[in-house]
């Protein structure tokens, strides 16, 4: 088997494959799964930035076809694997130049509801799995639901869990990464690992934010509580950035002095125009509402900001329970307060709410358009200056898209997992999210990748406490500084434990394929 797969390597490399020499693949590598066409799914992402051909794309069946996959690899000279989710990495995170790519949708469907012992519920679902699917089967069947989420849905289950997995209940559950208990993991060697806290612990919190370091997660358990009817879905907004900030630390941190709190937190910033795309017109919930700029005062600045919250109610509230609760909430915020936004809707279509941007993104042609995001953790201690200078003077005119920054509380993660954070309690995530027409209409990627540069080396030069999400450096000294060094002395133990030839997400480009004689 292993030298059919040199063979087709040899073959590849002088372009002198026969035909079916990929359809045979799979019967070399003993699948139950397929070989797919290298098409372009395979060779580019969704930050479309970077276009790099596998040696193959690989549907495995289920977790022992990721096995020999990942065996077949460490048996060759220089062979790589990376793991595909739905394939919304920015940078090439999920490709294998020349390598052998996974299709993770395609593992077998794998979702299960168990009750342990102490009477807590989880759901058992495949790392191929897309969180919007967990999210329908858990709450349509057994009316409960995940704790944390992402603000985008269509993501795999062990996509999110290799990164963290962030959105606006993260302030009061931590992120994902810190809800779940279990995971079954195949390591760099082949080795199919189940792991938790107690059990294999070091591939638990290695693959949890690992990045893929450290091995492919196949299944994972997934904490689950029961899921509310609706949503009162709510925006408000702020001219100051430190009436923002204050008011958003206080909601994620009222249950800390025995208050209750909303149920999900988030924030962004947007431009004081009439740009439909981060301007005033992208606040109000209810298309048919409109943003008055005329009750904003004269003193209001180019940027303005936005908190967004929700509370979840059950369909049995009565009406004035539910106004009278959150009108509690909201007492004594100092947001503009001709400018609230509300509506109620169902809990499974505010969750789904990113997913209607997609169609109006794919509607307007620029859902396929270069993304080259940036997403960064940064310092309570330091927000303030990063508005200054970033939000309000570098992307002042906008970036044709969100500007995320909510606050979030670092004693809800769990600093064993890979995951590298800021040092204070509180800290920022910072999220740019660009949507913009292709070049010429829009700027060019290349102008966009250097502005995301122009504000990492700020935040490096000032001397930020700030920690780069969804993370992508190209020098082993880049990686080492992301997470010092003792944190990086940690990973390099783990990968040499888990991964010691670094088979394994070679697109994150920390570590160099160990080859074989």
Same mark, same amino acid.
């Given at each position: 088997?292993?030298?059919?797969?040199?063979?087709?390597?040899?073959?590849?490399?002088?372009?002198?494959r026969?035909?079916?020499?990929?359809s045979?693949?799979?019967?070399a590598?003993?699948?139950?799964?397929?070989?797919?066409?290298?098409?372009?799914?395979?060779?580019?992402?969704?930050?479309?930035?970077?276009?790099?051909?596998?040696?193959a794309?690989?549907?495995?069946?289920?977790?022992?076809?990721?096995?020999?996959?990942v065996?077949a690899?460490?048996?060759?000279?220089?062979?790589?694997?990376?793991?595909?989710?739905?394939?919304?990495?920015?940078?090439? @995170?999920?490709?294998?130049?020349?390598?052998?790519?996974?299709?993770?949708?395609?593992?077998?469907?794998?979702?299960?509801?168990v009750?342990?012992?102490?009477?807590?519920?989880?759901?058992?679902?495949?790392?191929?799995?897309l969180w919007?699917?967990?999210?329908k $089967?858990?709450?349509?069947?057994?009316g409960?639901?995940?704790?944390s989420?992402?603000?985008?849905?269509?993501?795999?289950?062990?996509?999110?869990?290799?990164?963290?997995?962030?959105?606006?209940?993260?302030?009061?559950?931590?992120?994902?990464?810190?809800?779940?208990?279990?995971?079954?993991?195949v390591?760099?060697?082949?080795?199919?690992?189940?792991?938790?806290?107690t059990?294999?612990?070091?591939l638990?919190?290695?693959?949890?934010?690992g990045?893929?370091q450290?091995g492919?997660?196949?299944?994972?358990?997934?904490l689950? /509580?029961?899921? =509310?009817?609706?949503?009162?879905?709510?925006?408000?907004?702020?001219?100051?950035?430190?009436?923002?900030?204050?008011?958003?630390?206080?909601?994620?941190?009222? /249950?800390?002095?025995?208050?209750?709190s909303?149920?999900?937190?988030?924030?962004?910033?947007?431009?004081?125009?009439?740009?439909?795309?981060? +301007?005033?017109?992208?606040?109000?919930?209810?298309?048919?509402?409109?943003?008055?700029?005329?009750?904003?005062?004269?003193?209001?600045?180019?940027?303005?900001?936005?908190?967004?919250?929700?509370r979840?109610?059950?369909?049995?509230?009565?009406?004035?329970?539910?106004?009278?609760?959150?009108?509690?909430?909201?007492?004594?915020? +100092?947001?503009?307060?001709?400018?609230?936004? @509300?509506?109620?809707?169902?809990?499974?279509?505010?969750?789904?709410?990113?997913?209607?941007?997609?169609?109006?993104?794919?509607?307007?042609?620029?859902?396929?358009?270069?993304?080259p995001?940036?997403?960064?953790?940064?310092?309570?201690?330091?927000?303030?200056?990063?508005?200054?200078?970033?939000f309000?003077?570098?992307?002042?005119d906008?970036? +044709?898209?969100?500007?995320?920054?909510?606050?979030? $509380?670092?004693?809800?993660?769990?600093t064993?997992?890979?995951?590298?954070?800021?040092?204070?309690?509180?800290?920022?995530?910072?999220?740019?999210?660009?949507?913009?027409?292709?070049? =010429?209409?829009?700027?060019?990627?290349?102008?966009?990748?250097? /502005?995301? /540069?122009?504000?990492t @080396?700020?935040?490096?030069?000032?001397?930020?406490?700030?920690?780069?999400?969804?993370?992508?450096?190209?020098?082993?000294?880049?990686?080492?500084?992301?997470?010092?060094?003792?944190?990086?002395?940690?990973?390099?133990?783990?990968?040499?434990?888990?991964? =010691?030839?670094?088979?394994?997400?070679?697109? @994150?480009k920390?570590?160099?394929?160990?080859?074989?004689?």
């Amino acid at each position: 088997m292993i030298a059919y797969v040199e063979c087709f390597v040899h073959e590849n490399d002088s372009e002198s494959r026969p035909d079916g020499g990929v359809s045979s693949l799979s019967k070399a590598l003993d699948l139950q799964g397929s070989v797919a066409d290298c098409g372009a799914d395979a060779a580019r992402d969704f930050g479309g930035m970077n276009s790099i051909s596998p040696l193959a794309f690989l549907r495995p069946a289920g977790v022992e076809d990721v096995a020999r996959v990942v065996k077949a690899a460490t048996r060759s000279s220089n062979l790589t694997v990376a793991a595909r989710g739905n394939g919304h990495s920015i940078n090439g @995170q999920a490709m294998a130049n020349r390598g052998l790519v996974l299709d993770m949708r395609s593992l077998g469907e794998h979702f299960r509801v168990v009750r342990a012992r102490d009477g807590s519920f989880y759901a058992d679902v495949s790392g191929g799995a897309l969180w919007e699917d967990v999210l329908k $089967r858990c709450v349509f069947e057994y009316g409960m639901a995940p704790r944390s989420w992402t603000d985008y849905l269509s993501l795999t289950v062990g996509g999110t869990l290799s990164n963290a997995g962030v959105s606006g209940q993260a302030f009061r559950y931590g992120p994902q990464t810190s809800n779940v208990t279990e995971l079954e993991v195949v390591t760099g060697k082949g080795e199919i690992f189940n792991c938790s806290e107690t059990e294999n612990s070091e591939l638990f919190f290695g693959a949890l934010g690992g990045l893929g370091q450290f091995g492919i997660i196949t299944k994972a358990r997934v904490l689950l /509580q029961p899921a =509310p009817d609706m949503v009162r879905w709510i925006r408000l907004v702020y001219t100051e950035f430190d009436d923002f900030t204050r008011e958003a630390e206080l909601l994620v941190t009222r /249950q800390d002095h025995g208050g209750d709190s909303f149920d999900y937190v988030e924030g962004f910033a947007f431009v004081n125009s009439d740009n439909p795309a981060d +301007g005033r017109p992208s606040v109000p919930l209810d298309p048919q509402e409109t943003f008055d700029a005329a009750h904003l005062p004269r003193t209001a600045g180019p940027i303005l900001y936005c908190l967004e919250l929700a509370r979840h109610y059950r369909k049995t509230d009565h009406s004035s329970t539910v106004d009278t609760g959150v009108n509690r909430l909201l007492g004594g915020l +100092g947001f503009v307060e001709q400018l609230k936004f @509300q509506v109620d809707i169902s809990y499974v279509e505010f969750l789904l709410r990113v997913k209607r941007a997609e169609e109006h993104a794919k509607a307007n042609g620029i859902w396929d358009a270069p993304h080259p995001w940036l997403n960064m953790f940064v310092s309570k201690s330091d927000i303030a200056d990063f508005d200054r200078t970033v939000f309000k003077k570098i992307l002042k005119d906008g970036i +044709g898209g969100p500007m995320l920054v909510y606050p979030l $509380r670092r004693s809800k993660w769990d600093t064993r997992t890979s995951v590298v954070l800021p040092e204070s309690e509180i800290f920022y995530i910072v999220a740019l999210l660009r949507f913009t027409p292709p070049y =010429p209409k829009g700027p060019s990627s290349e102008n966009l990748v250097a /502005q995301n /540069q122009e504000i990492t @080396q700020y935040c490096t030069k000032k001397g930020f406490d700030f920690k780069l999400y969804l993370p992508h450096y190209r020098s082993s000294e880049d990686w080492k500084r992301h997470f010092g060094n003792d944190r990086w002395s940690r990973f390099v133990e783990r990968k040499m434990c888990f991964d =010691p030839m670094a088979i394994l997400a070679p697109g @994150q480009k920390i570590f160099s394929r160990v080859p074989q004689p």
